[in-house]
Every structure is written in structure tokens, then in C-alpha cells.
């Protein structure tokens, strides 16, 4: 049995085919088009969180919000655009601001907004893991929100120590999916 379609029809049909295709070819992410937004570079979640993180606070972008979970970077801003990279599958990025005297709740870091106390602040680094193996033993300085990043192994168990002209605090840490990725605890000289 031979089905004749009108030919206008198969001439509709025809003339939708560039539009579905046009619709599963390569072009920008998502979050390509968002960090072009706000005049920051693409790039894997590591290279994205990384520069966030190194620029001065009066040139982060006002109105992105960039937000670190364990398996994501989570990107949006106010004109309602979203988009997500995924993080290293072997690594965990965990934000840690030491403070003296004043602190603030945090669970999930972001990049945009959360300030600590001790912005450029040099401070020496140790990072063991649960058998005592050495993973992080140098100076860093806090980046210019007050915070240190810091890439970690996942799903480890990790004793850090972080020492000031202000003193020295220690911690323990965990990588796995249910960890804190923003740490305001470390009180230094506490």
C-alpha cells in the first residue's frame, strides 16, 4: 500500500529538516555564552573556578553567580541564563578563609560573592591524608576574596593546617559527594 502525502506536505516537511538539524549541531555551551556575558573566557570548570577566584574583587562580575558543589560548577546570572561544567572527576575544589575574628556561615562556595577576612594573606600549607602522606606542603597566599582554593582528591579524609602571622588552625576534611566545597571555620591562633 502506497501512501500519497500532498505535496504540500512533503514540501513543509522538507523545509523544516535545516531547522531540526540547526538544532543538534555544535555551536557555544551554554556556559560559553554566559561567561561571554560578563567578559570571562570558557573553559573546563578547573580553568573557570581558577581564574573566578584570581581576580580582583572589583572586577568579578557583579551579576554572575558561580556556585562550587562536589560534581558541578553551577553558573547563572540575573538575566536568567544557567549553565553548569562539570568538575575534575578525580579532584574535589575545596575554598577555605581563615579568619581572626570574624567569619561567616558557608557550605557551597561562590566564587562572586563570599569574602573572607584575611584577603592576600601568606599563609603556609599542609595537607596530609588519613595514612599521613603529604599531599600540600608550601607557602600560598589567600586569593584577593579572602579565600585559599585548594584541589583535592576525592574521596579522601584530610588533616589541613594552615599557619599565619595571626597563629595556626587545623582541620579535617572530606572530599566525597556529600562535603562542604566553601570552609569558614579555621580560626587562626584560636
Known amino acids: 500500500m502506497t501512501v500519497d502525502l500532498p505535496r504540500r506536505t512533503l514540501l513543509a516537511a522538507l523545509a523544516t529538516t535545516?531547522?531540526?538539524?540547526?538544532?543538534?549541531?555544535?555551536?557555544?555551551s551554554a556556559a560559553?555564552?554566559?561567561?561571554?556575558?560578563?567578559?570571562?573566557p570558557a573553559?573546563?570548570?578547573r580553568e573557570v573556578i581558577d581564574a573566578l577566584?584570581?581576580?580582583?574583587?572589583d572586577e568579578r562580575p557583579s551579576e554572575l553567580l558561580a556556585s562550587v558543589g562536589t560534581d558541578v560548577l553551577t553558573l547563572s546570572d540575573a538575566a536568567g541564563r544557567e549553565a553548569t561544567l562539570e568538575l575534575p572527576a578525580?579532584?574535589?575544589?575545596?575554598?577555605?578563609?581563615?579568619?581572626?575574628?570574624?567569619?561567616?556561615?558557608?557550605?557551597?562556595?561562590s566564587l562572586t560573592t563570599c569574602l573572607g577576612e584575611l584577603a592576600v594573606e601568606e599563609l603556609a600549607v599542609r595537607g596530609e591524608?588519613?595514612?599521613?602522606?603529604?599531599?600540600?606542603?608550601e607557602e600560598r597566599t589567600t586569593a584577593p576574596n579572602g579565600f585559599l582554593g585548594l584541589w583535592l582528591p576525592r574521596d579522601a579524609e584530610l588533616t589541613?593546617?594552615?599557619?599565619?602571622e595571626a597563629g595556626e588552625a587545623t582541620t579535617t576534611l572530606r572530599t566525597d559527594a556529600e562535603a562542604p566545597t566553601c570552609i569558614t571555620t579555621m580560626q587562626l591562633g584560636a
Open 43 to 45: 573553559g573546563t570548570a
Open 129 to 137: 591524608d588519613a595514612s599521613g602522606a603529604v599531599l600540600i606542603d
Open 90 to 109: 578525580e579532584e574535589l575544589y575545596v575554598s577555605v578563609a581563615p579568619f581572626v575574628s570574624g567569619t561567616h556561615e558557608c557550605f557551597l562556595h
Open 160 to 164: 589541613l593546617t594552615l599557619a599565619g
Open 18 to 28: 535545516p531547522l531540526v538539524l540547526a538544532g543538534c549541531s555544535a555551536g557555544p
Open 53 to 57: 577566584e584570581a581576580l580582583p574583587l
Open 32 to 40: 560559553e555564552d554566559l561567561l561571554s556575558a560578563h567578559d570571562l
